[in-house]
């Protein structure tokens, strides 16, 4: 063959390549930028979490060590080709299944957060509320600790640390999961100001009690019943020993007040402990709540039952609900056997 003919035939051939690799080049990148590339997770939707503070680098390890993109390479590139190393945004982004590496690119750039259905309830210890809720949002446990010991932090929402577990209300509320210690607690005290409302501040004041009254009140109320039926009528003892003067004489209080909970009985020797906590020795409610109350104790106090009972103590059968009695002779009665039972399990 010509030597002339063979260079223009070697000259189609090369084009020829070009215009494949071109092609082969550009479905390659069609298939980084916008194919599906969110294709590996056995989830159809997954959370991913960028922390404070991280740079780009470990944003795209975390994604390779995921497993989730098929085009992980893909991923890098996209992401610098839209400048998101320079826009990092920390937060909890909700990616679909399907997703191409542009549009998760563009969520996470956006800072559009998938919000946090952040849960705590009752507890007694504020130590373990820090940890439920560092398990929820970015805060660790040692922060909130912190935090909530802080008696500065305390003051400067309004509240002495006898005071301060009752700015917690147990409820479920929306997070950006990105939330340190301080601003969860500034968050707290909104809600705590919303959940006193004017409906609650008027049954307050016919009531006569202040809201950390109200708070202390239920706090011992959810010591003594879980059951939500018996607990007005329990607020309702109360409020009639506070009326007449009389001493609560609770046994959570004392218990609190010797911080042990293991007792299982109240003795007379726990009775004499010396604490303003100890109501069985000081008349009145105790300085503070002795826990975190539910809003359906808070509530029940709010709207405790009017009767005139003086007494009670827990059901013989161990139901879990409670025996009222107007007379100390009838409360003798009901203890007695309540405490025969206890004897005879």
Same mark, same amino acid.
């Given at each position: 063959?010509?030597?002339?003919k063979l260079?223009?035939?070697?000259?189609?051939?090369?084009?020829?390549?070009?215009? !494949?690799?071109?092609?082969?080049?550009?479905?390659? !990148?069609?298939?980084? %930028?916008?194919?599906?590339?969110?294709?590996?997770?056995?989830?159809?939707?997954?959370?991913?979490?960028?922390?404070?503070?991280? &740079?780009?680098?470990?944003v795209?390890?975390?994604f390779?060590?995921?497993?989730?993109?098929?085009?992980? /390479?893909?991923?890098?590139?996209?992401a610098?080709?839209?400048? +998101?190393?320079?826009?990092?945004?920390?937060?909890?982004?909700? $990616?679909?299944?399907?997703?191409? *590496?542009?549009?998760?690119?563009?969520?996470?750039?956006?800072?559009?957060?998938?919000?946090?259905n952040?849960?705590?309830n009752?507890?007694?210890? $504020?130590?373990?509320?820090?940890?439920?809720?560092?398990?929820q949002?970015? &805060?660790?446990?040692?922060?909130?600790?912190?935090?909530?010991?802080?008696?500065?932090?305390?003051?400067?929402?309004?509240?002495?640390?006898?005071?301060?577990?009752?700015?917690? %209300?147990?409820?479920?509320y929306?997070?950006?999961?990105?939330?340190?210690?301080?601003?969860?607690?500034?968050?707290?005290?909104?809600?705590f100001? &919303?959940?006193? *409302?004017?409906? /609650?501040?008027?049954? !307050?004041?016919?009531? #006569?009690l202040?809201?950390?009254?109200?708070?202390s009140?239920?706090?011992?109320?959810q010591?003594?019943?879980?059951?939500?039926?018996?607990?007005p009528?329990?607020a309702?003892? +109360?409020? *009639?020993?506070?009326?007449? #003067? %009389?001493?609560?004489?609770a046994?959570?209080?004392?218990?609190?007040a010797?911080?042990?909970y293991?007792?299982? /009985?109240?003795?007379?020797?726990?009775?004499?402990?010396?604490?303003?906590?100890?109501?069985?020795?000081?008349?009145?409610?105790?300085?503070?709540?002795?826990? %975190?109350?539910?809003v359906?104790?808070?509530?029940?106090? $709010? *709207?405790?039952?009017?009767?005139?009972?003086?007494?009670?103590?827990?059901?013989?059968?161990?139901? #879990?609900?409670?025996?009222?009695?107007?007379?100390?002779?009838?409360?003798?009665?009901?203890?007695?056997k309540?405490?025969?039972?206890?004897?005879? /399990?």
């Amino acid at each position: 063959m010509p030597r002339k003919k063979l260079l223009i035939r070697g000259g189609l051939i090369g084009g020829a390549l070009i215009i !494949l690799l071109l092609i082969t080049g550009g479905a390659i !990148l069609y298939s980084w %930028i916008y194919s599906p590339s969110l294709t590996k997770s056995d989830k159809d939707s997954v959370y991913f979490f960028v922390r404070t503070g991280s &740079a780009y680098p470990q944003v795209y390890m975390d994604f390779k060590k995921s497993g989730w993109l098929k085009y992980d /390479r893909g991923f890098d590139w996209v992401a610098k080709r839209k400048e +998101y190393p320079a826009n990092i945004k920390p937060g909890r982004y909700l $990616l679909l299944k399907g997703m191409s *590496n542009s549009r998760i690119i563009d969520i996470l750039r956006s800072g559009r957060q998938a919000e946090v259905n952040l849960v705590f309830n009752t507890t007694r210890f $504020l130590d373990k509320l820090a940890g439920v809720i560092s398990r929820q949002i970015e &805060a660790d446990s040692a922060s909130l600790v912190q935090a909530f010991r802080d008696t500065a932090v305390m003051s400067s929402f309004g509240f002495t640390p006898d005071q301060w577990k009752a700015m917690f %209300i147990p409820n479920t509320y929306r997070f950006l999961w990105n939330t340190d210690a301080h601003h969860f607690l500034e968050r707290i005290n909104q809600e705590f100001k &919303a959940f006193w *409302n004017p409906e /609650r501040e008027s049954r !307050l004041e016919e009531i #006569g009690l202040d809201k950390f009254q109200l708070m202390s009140l239920a706090a011992i109320v959810q010591e003594e019943t879980y059951k939500t039926e018996d607990m007005p009528v329990v607020a309702g003892v +109360y409020m *009639n020993r506070i009326r007449k #003067g %009389i001493k609560l004489q609770a046994d959570p209080t004392v218990i609190y007040a010797i911080g042990d909970y293991t007792i299982r /009985r109240v003795m007379h020797s726990h009775l004499i402990y010396d604490s303003p906590y100890n109501t069985y020795k000081y008349a009145g409610l105790p300085p503070g709540p002795i826990r %975190i109350p539910s809003v359906q104790a808070i509530d029940a106090c $709010l *709207n405790y039952q009017k009767h005139d009972y003086l007494y009670f103590c827990a059901k013989e059968d161990f139901s #879990g609900y409670s025996v009222f009695a107007r007379t100390y002779g009838d409360h003798l009665a009901n203890a007695r056997k309540y405490q025969k039972a206890l004897n005879q /399990r």
